[in-house]
C-alpha cells in the first residue's frame, strides 16, 4: 500500500505571507495527486488534483498554486495568503489500477 | 461532473445500535465506491469499498450495498462502539477522462454513545 508525508502538521502564517505545504508519496509509481481543503463542516474541496510530473488541473479559482517537479512530490504554495486560506489541507494519492486514495495526516493551517 | 450526496450529516447512536449512512451519485459511469473513516485531527481512510459488479460487501461489523440502478450506496454497521465514532465519508469515482478523481460526499458525524 501507498505511504503519503506531509507536513508540516501545524502551521500558523500571517496574512499576506507565502505558503508551501509537501507531500511525497512512498509504494507506487505515477500516482495520481489530490490536494483537498477541509473547512469547517467536514466536506472536502477538491483544489488540484495532477495525473502526472508538470501535469496540474485546478477545479477551484483561488489564492493558491500546486506544482509537481517530481513523480511522487506534490506542492502546494501561495504567494500572499490570506484569511479564508485557513483549514485543513489534505493531500492524497490513487492509482489508476486500484483507484483507492490514500491520504496524509493533513496540515491545519490557521491564517491571522 | 460527477455529484455525491451524503445522508444524515449527523447521526448519534447508543452503543450496540445499528447505524447507517446513505449516498447517491449522479455519474452512471461511475464504478468505484470507497467509504472512509476520519477520526479528529486525522486524514480519511479507507475502511471499505465495493465496485460496480457487486451488490454487497462485508467485513466484520461493516457492510456496504450497492444498487446501480437507482444510483445509491449505503454504509452499515452494526454493534456500534465508541470508537466506531468518527466522521465517514462516501465517495464515487470512475474512469473520467482517465483522471480517476473520487468525489466525495459531505460527510456523516457518527457518534456512539456508551
Known amino acids: 500500500s501507498q505511504t503519503i508525508h506531509q507536513w508540516p502538521a501545524t502551521l500558523v502564517q500571517p496574512v499576506g505571507s507565502p505558503l508551501s505545504l509537501e507531500c511525497t508519496v512512498e509504494?507506487?509509481?505515477?500516482?495520481?495527486l489530490y490536494w483537498y481543503r477541509q473547512a469547517a463542516g467536514r466536506g472536502l474541496q477538491l483544489l488540484f488534483y495532477?495525473?502526472?510530473?508538470?501535469?496540474i488541473s485546478s477545479e477551484v479559482p483561488q489564492n493558491l498554486s500546486a506544482s509537481r517537479p517530481q513523480d511522487r512530490q506534490f506542492i502546494l504554495s501561495s504567494k500572499k495568503l490570506l484569511l479564508s486560506d485557513s483549514g485543513f489541507y489534505l493531500c492524497?494519492?490513487?492509482?489508476?489500477?486500484?483507484?483507492?486514495?490514500?491520504f496524509g495526516q493533513g496540515t491545519r493551517l490557521t491564517v491571522v | 461532473g460527477e455529484n455525491v450526496e451524503q445522508h444524515p450529516s449527523t447521526l448519534s447512536v447508543q452503543e450496540g445500535d445499528s447505524a447507517v449512512i446513505k449516498c447517491t451519485y449522479s455519474?452512471?459511469?461511475?464504478?468505484?465506491f470507497p467509504w472512509y473513516k476520519q477520526e479528529l485531527g486525522k486524514g480519511p481512510q479507507l475502511i471499505i469499498d465495493?465496485?460496480?459488479?457487486?451488490g454487497e460487501k462485508k467485513d466484520q461489523r461493516i457492510a456496504v450495498t450497492l444498487n446501480k440502478t437507482a444510483k445509491h450506496f449505503s454504509l452499515h454497521i452494526t454493534e456500534t462502539q465508541p470508537e466506531d465514532s468518527a466522521v465517514y465519508f462516501c465517495?464515487?469515482?470512475?474512469?473520467?477522462?482517465?483522471?480517476?478523481?473520487?468525489?466525495f460526499g459531505r460527510g456523516t458525524s457518527l457518534i456512539v454513545h456508551p
Open positions: 465517495a464515487a469515482s470512475g474512469p473520467s477522462g482517465g483522471s480517476y478523481i473520487p468525489t
Open positions: 465495493i465496485r460496480s459488479n457487486v
Open positions: 455519474d452512471s459511469a461511475s464504478n468505484y
Open positions: 509504494g507506487t509509481s505515477n500516482p495520481n
Open positions: 495532477s495525473i502526472g510530473i508538470d501535469q
Open positions: 492524497a494519492s490513487a492509482t489508476r489500477r486500484d483507484t483507492e486514495a490514500f
